[in-house]
């Protein structure tokens, strides 16, 4: 079994020789982002591809665009909520291949006209090989002046002072995540050595005090060997993505949990997992910049970093909800029961599936009490996300 992409492999084998082992998280930084060589930045070897049927893994817009069209929906109703401003800025945060932008432009274009004279689009990915595939998709839509716009750092050039709505679909499972272990010395971190040519793991001590801090909070009664994941990187986002909002709405979905269900003491093992050609495994040393990696959302310390930075929480909901409230109902009458594109629409809804592993959080800012139709049904209570302060 491959290593993974041998200059990658030597990078990250130079830093450790430099200065040591390395914090898991600066690891799967470096698979998933390293510049030249990581999972996301390079181009797929042709006819390879990352993220669709016949790559690593698929997303909710390879499926049907049943999403875009729900998201375009909500967004519109966001829009009426904030006064029909001249301007409605659309923030999507790590498009991928840029198909949820076009089912969610195709559908503001057809049904909601006068919404889609005042939209503006900002696409956030820091990938270039991503942004080149979105560029792509989008190709009808480049002739509108002013519509699109690219950005690859929310941090570096994206609009400040936004009214409209932040977006994004499984980008936070994406970002590189500390992991940790209770072991008889209490609780250690997992770094990552390079000998005799490959990668291992070793337990060290915490790498930093942010850590230790979040460990404080959502650490329960946990056994010795018991394993998990800390993602600080998604705490920091969401200050940067409020920071940017003056009016108006962040939605986040993913696969996650509230930190109580995350954090439960039977969850031993975490939910740490690579991605390769639509199969799963648990070994980051394989494949390495050849595989992707995710582990799922804390949505509590979302909500939580959202409140001290005057983000509110809206509600939160799972998938499956957040599309019946959208009147999903309505939405799949309109296919014919037997077709592929039924069967397709129903997989994002499936109970025991995507409708419920998927969550969706909605936050607000300068707007009082906004009612949306996503978070019609709510299956948690109002104080699932209640959280101390997040750290
Ligand atoms: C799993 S893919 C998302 C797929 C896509 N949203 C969809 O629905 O198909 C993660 C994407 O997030 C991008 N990404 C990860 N971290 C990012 C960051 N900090 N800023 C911008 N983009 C990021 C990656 O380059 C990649 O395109």
Redesign the pocket.
């Known amino acids: 079994m491959s290593t993974g992409h041998p200059e990658l492999v030597a990078a990250i084998a130079s830093e450790i020789s430099a200065s040591g082992p390395i914090p898991f998280a600066r690891f799967m930084e470096l698979a998933l982002?390293h510049p030249q060589f990581g999972y996301?930045m390079r181009a797929p070897e042709q006819p390879q591809e990352r993220?669709g049927w016949q790559g690593d893994f698929y997303?909710?817009?390879?499926v049907h665009p049943i999403l875009g069209q729900a998201l375009a929906k909500q967004a519109e109703q966001m829009y009426r909520l904030l006064g029909q401003p001249h301007l409605f800025t659309i923030v999507?945060?790590?498009?991928?291949?840029g198909?949820?932008a076009k089912h969610i432009l195709a559908t503001c274009a057809h049904r909601y006209r006068s919404f889609f004279q005042h939209l503006r689009y900002v696409l956030?990915?820091?990938?270039p090989a991503?942004r080149e595939l979105q560029r792509r998709n989008l190709a009808p839509w480049l002739d509108r002046t002013d519509l699109l716009t690219w950005v690859?750092?929310?941090a570096n050039g994206a609009p400040q002072g936004l009214t409209g709505l932040f977006f994004?679909?499984?980008?936070v499972?994406?970002?590189p995540v500390h992991r940790i272990q209770v072991t008889a010395k209490g609780i250690e971190e997992l770094w990552v050595d390079y000998q005799d040519g490959g990668f291992v793991e070793c337990l060290m001590p915490l790498s930093s005090d942010t850590l230790v801090h979040r460990l404080r909070r959502v650490s329960a009664d946990w056994p010795e060997g018991y394993r998990t994941e800390v993602n600080l990187r998604a705490s920091e986002?969401m200050k940067q993505v409020a920071q940017h909002l003056d009016r108006g709405f962040v939605l986040t979905i993913d696969y996650g949990h509230t930190a109580q269900d995350l954090y439960r003491s039977d969850r031993k093992h975490g939910t740490f997992l690579c991605y390769s050609r639509q199969s799963i495994n648990e070994d980051p040393f394989l494949r390495v910049g050849d595989q992707?990696m995710t582990t799922h959302v804390d949505f509590s310390s979302l909500a939580a970093t959202g409140e001290e930075q005057q983000l509110q929480t809206t509600g939160f909901t799972n998938q499956l909800s957040f599309f019946m409230g959208l009147g999903v109902e309505q939405m799949i009458a309109e296919l014919d029961q037997d077709s592929p594109q039924f069967k397709a629409a129903i997989h994002l809804l499936r109970p025991n599936g995507m409708g419920t592993t998927f969550k969706v959080l909605i936050q607000h800012k300068g707007i009082q009490h906004p009612e949306l139709d996503g978070l019609r049904y709510k299956p948690f209570f109002r104080s699932a996300l209640a959280t101390q302060s997040a750290a």
């Open positions: 982002y996301y993220i997303t909710s817009s390879d999507e945060m790590g498009p991928g291949k198909l949820l956030i990915d820091r990938s991503m690859d750092d929310l994004s679909n499984e980008l499972d994406s970002f986002w992707d």
